[in-house]
């Protein structure tokens, strides 16, 4: 854990709500983290009255003025190149230029992944970041990686995925070795195409710097048989949509019910302590704040529609992150990741036939 006090970069004007989900969630925030202070990036006409309205908000929150902002319209290349005057920019910067130990912001995913790869680069070892959140699951939570970040992706980014996600469990979940699995079509060996069959190959060799698991199928992701499902972006942002969706359509269910007869809103009135209990477990917003993996800098990105809970949830997450030193331990994991692989390609090289006359 790192010690001393951690300084966060919100994005303030990002968001459908902002800036008032935005100073709300710092607010929330600020009780559960009484050792965090926040710049918070913006239009200080529109943020200082509603910090001033607060008590107790504005000693450990900085108003920096921004006088441009990233729109959801905007395009990645566009806010990287036309936005450099914006709350999101200028946030992801202090970042990188260590006044700001994380950014967290709830506007434009795209532009937030183009302007943080751009300013703050990739991490020592990896190559592709990864879009990672939690899900829950009927034994708890799992992460979930990569959520859209990259739409194909080759063995080494999926071995990468795994020891990612692998850190990012033992920083927010308090994991000594979390279970890890790829997503497959099946759970047998011989399943799935040649990339994720090379990952896995990998990923099992002794030396792998994750408790592989093996491979899980999609609806293993609910039950909690692993910690962690690593997967493409293409794959793993179609899971999470279907799930979801599935989600908002049974309780969608469960509410047409209760309103079908007197009977059943009779029912309704015995049963809405253990409903208030269930929507408390799958409420979206405990599990807002996902996170940039890879990137030489901790970026966090909020649900753009999310309520003041849901940031500071997001909030949540980049303290705990800072605090673990996740950078750190990410490198080391990569390291020894690099090593597997070396050492599996030198002993796959060691059965080739040699060539040359006889």
Request: with cysteine.
């Amino acid at each position: 854990m790192s010690a001393g006090k951690v300084v966060l970069a919100l994005d303030g004007m990002g968001g459908d709500h902002a800036p008032d989900v935005v100073v709300d969630g710092a607010d929330i925030a600020r009780e559960r983290y009484p050792g965090t202070t926040y710049l918070l990036f913006g239009d200080p006409a529109r943020l200082k009255p509603l910090v001033d309205r607060r008590k107790g908000l504005a000693p450990v929150l900085e108003i920096v003025p921004a006088e441009d902002a990233v729109t959801a319209d905007d395009k990645p290349s566009f806010a990287v190149r036309r936005r450099r005057k914006s709350s999101m920019w200028l946030a992801v910067q202090a970042a990188v230029e260590g006044r700001a130990d994380s950014v967290v912001s709830a506007g434009n995913t795209g532009a937030l992944l183009a302007i943080s790869m751009f300013s703050m680069r990739m991490l020592e070892g990896a190559h592709r970041p990864a879009l990672a959140s939690f899900l829950p699951t009927s034994r708890g939570e799992v992460v979930m990686l990569d959520l859209g970040a990259n739409v194909e992706c080759d063995a080494e980014n999926l071995a990468e995925f795994a020891v990612m996600g692998s850190v990012f469990a033992q920083a927010l979940q308090g994991l000594d070795k979390p279970k890890v699995g790829l997503l497959n079509v099946g759970s047998e060996e011989l399943k799935g195409h040649d990339e994720v069959r090379q990952a896995a190959a990998w990923l099992r060799r002794d030396g792998s710097p994750v408790d592989f698991y093996g491979f899980v199928e999609g609806n293993d992701i609910g039950t909690g048989v692993v910690d962690v499902v690593a997967t493409d972006g293409f794959t793993g942002n179609v899971a999470l949509k279907a799930i979801e969706g599935t989600a908002k359509l049974y309780s969608s269910f469960v509410r047409d019910t209760f309103r079908t007869s007197t009977f059943a809103k009779i029912g309704y009135l015995f049963a809405a302590g253990a409903l208030k209990k269930f929507q408390k477990r799958v409420d979206p917003r405990r599990y807002n704040g996902g996170v940039f993996l890879g990137l030489d800098g901790v970026c966090v990105k909020s649900h753009g529609g999310t309520d003041a809970l849901g940031f500071a949830y997001a909030i949540g997450v980049a303290n705990d992150l800072v605090r673990y030193e996740y950078k750190n331990k990410l490198v080391e994991g990569l390291t020894k990741l690099r090593q597997t692989i070396s050492a599996a390609e030198s002993s796959s090289s060691e059965l080739q036939p040699s060539g040359g006359a006889e």
